[in-house]
């Protein structure tokens, strides 16, 4: 069930337009001219929306989000940027582990079991997740997923 990536991504941003906070708005740009993906949809739609809450929840009105997806050999690369609240430094290397939270983060509604759930899913598709992030200036998340040949 190869998915057709740019109506894909439109869409899920379309469906949680609503669910932003005032002025926030997502940007989008697919830096790949290959249209058709072979990858989960229900696991990368998950792992993106996973991604995107967390990046308006921990930004402030007004802030931009912006997600892209490239194609690099047989990978499907993906980032989720937002200039929210950051990551403090000690706080890293926990992010992953199920129902942690970062002190920056407890005034906000959360179980701390989203990037865990991620975290998951990325490894059952063979791929990785990483971020870089810099304390109350933003936050960058990039999965790699393997991709799957498709017959055009
Ligand atoms: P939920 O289970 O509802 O997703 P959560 O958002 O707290 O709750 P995770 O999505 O697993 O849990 O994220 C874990 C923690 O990582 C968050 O509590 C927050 O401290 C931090 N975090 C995740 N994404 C961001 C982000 N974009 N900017 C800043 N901190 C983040
Ligand atoms: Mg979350």
Not at 62 to 87: F, M, P, Q, S
Request: hydrophobic share 40%.
């Amino acid at each position: 069930q190869p998915l057709v990536l740019q109506a894909f991504c439109d869409e899920i941003l379309d469906d949680m337009q609503g669910m932003m906070k005032t002025g926030q708005h997502f940007v989008y740009q697919q830096l790949t001219d290959q249209k058709i993906i072979g990858v989960d949809g229900s696991m990368l739609r998950n792992i993106l929306i996973n991604l995107l809450v967390n990046a308006s929840k921990y930004s402030s009105e007004g802030k931009i989000i912006e997600l892209t997806t490239a194609i690099e050999g047989n990978l499907l690369l993906v980032t989720v940027r937002d200039e929210g609240i950051g990551i403090p430094d000690s706080d890293k290397e926990k992010l992953f582990i199920n129902f942690f939270r970062a002190r920056n983060a407890i005034h906000v509604q959360g179980t701390g079991l989203g990037l865990y759930i991620v975290k998951r899913y990325v490894d059952l598709l063979g791929g990785t997740i990483s971020f870089t992030s810099q304390l109350d200036s933003g936050t960058t998340f990039t999965v790699q997923l393997p991709i799957y040949p498709v017959v055009a």
